[in-house]
Structures are given as C-alpha cells and as structure tokens.
C-alpha cells in the first residue's frame, strides 16, 4: 500500500501496533521517541530505500517510536505483515529485511557516536557530517547541501544538548560561512572546516551540556 505524507505528520506512531513495514521511497523520515520521564529524543533519520518499523514489526511488538514526515513530502510503501510472513521464503525479500535491520542498526550507532563525540560544538559537527555524508549532495565549488530540515530543537534532540547553546553554535558558524540554513535545509559552504571541528579543532565554549 502505497502513502503520502506531508512534513510533520506521522507514518505511524509510538504504541500502535507494528503491523506492517514502512519502505521510504522520496524524502526524509524523522523517527521519535518519547517517555513520560524525560524529552522526546530522535533516534534518526531515515531517506530513500530505507525501512522504518522493522525492529518492532519483527517482534510482533507495537511501534516503539513515531516516525514524522521531516522532508516537505514522504513517499512511502507499506508492505503489511503477513505479506512478509508470506514471503519470507524468497532469499530476496529476506535479504532485504536484513538489510533494514542493518541500516537501522549503523543510524542508532550514528547516533550514538555523535552524543559520544565531546563538547556541543564537536557533537553539531559530527552531525552534519553524518548528515551529508547520508543525504547530502556536493556542489561544483565543493559545498555540501542537506535537504533535511531540522529545526534548531531537533538539533538540541539529536546532540542531547540544551537549545540554547546549538543555536550559540550555530548562530557563530552561520557568522563564519560554515554553515547556510534554509527553508528545505542546510549548506555547508566549507565541509572540512567542519570535519576539523568534529575532530576537535577550533571547538567553541558551551554553556551547557
């Protein structure tokens, strides 16, 4: 079954049942997690040929996450669960769903390597490295564009940091033509630059963690 979805609005959401296998065709999927303890923290982001649901669906559980429209318009394929049970003999379809399992796993460790990384300046850095190394695209002169919009809170969530210090950090290197926002993204005129900072180079103080 075949679905669209404009940005913010849900694929699926956290406690529904994981009834079927959410295939991204175009676009940006942002998957969220909330608990009563403490804020919603984004697990990652996932685009084209990349499946969102799979851990879930494969232990007959319901979602453990939402999974939000991120990019202007999601295209998605939802394959239902007893078409892959069905299926599961086919050595293409199973290679396939371990391939999902696997992408899921190298976005979680992506996410975990950027809260690892040091202070909130690294952390950012190593964000939009890992962004455009996934989505993005490079121009002639060698920047970098990242059609994924995030607002300045989503970046606070996927860097476990306060907002007020991702937008000092930002605001700076916007001032340092490091790093272009827009309506549908981000431009990073100067990627190295930004990889040095991953790397620990140039790091800005932060005000909180």
């Given amino acids: ?31 969220s997690r909330s608990t009563a303890e403490s804020e919603p923290s984004i697990l990652g982001l996932f685009g084209p040929k990349e499946c969102v649901g799979a851990p879930s669906l494969a232990l007959g559980a319901r979602h453990a996450a939402s999974a939000f429209a991120a990019s202007d318009v999601v295209e998605f394929l939802t394959i239902p669960a007893a078409a892959l049970n069905a299926g599961m003999r086919d050595t293409g379809l199973a290679s396939a769903l371990l391939r999902a399992a696997t992408t899921y796993s190298e976005v979680l460790t992506s996410k975990v390597d950027v809260l690892n990384a040091g202070p909130v300046p690294r952390r950012l850095a190593r964000l939009f490295m890992t962004l455009g190394e996934r989505f993005g695209d490079e ?14 809170r989503d970046l606070s969530l996927m860097v476990g940091s306060c907002m007020e210090s991702v937008i000092r950090v930002v605001s700076a290197w916007q001032k340092q033509g490091l790093l272009r926002t827009h309506a549908t993204g981000f431009e990073l005129p100067r990627p190295a630059a930004l990889q040095e900072i991953a790397r620990g180079a140039d790091l800005e103080p932060a005000h909180c963690a």
């Fill in 1 to 31: 079954m075949r679905g669209r979805r404009s940005r913010g609005i849900a694929l699926f959401e956290q406690g529904e049942p994981a009834d079927g296998l959410c295939l991204v065709t175009s676009g940006i999927v942002k998957l």
């Fill in 139 to 152: 121009l002639d002169e060698g920047a970098w564009v990242i059609p994924v919009s995030l607002s300045r």
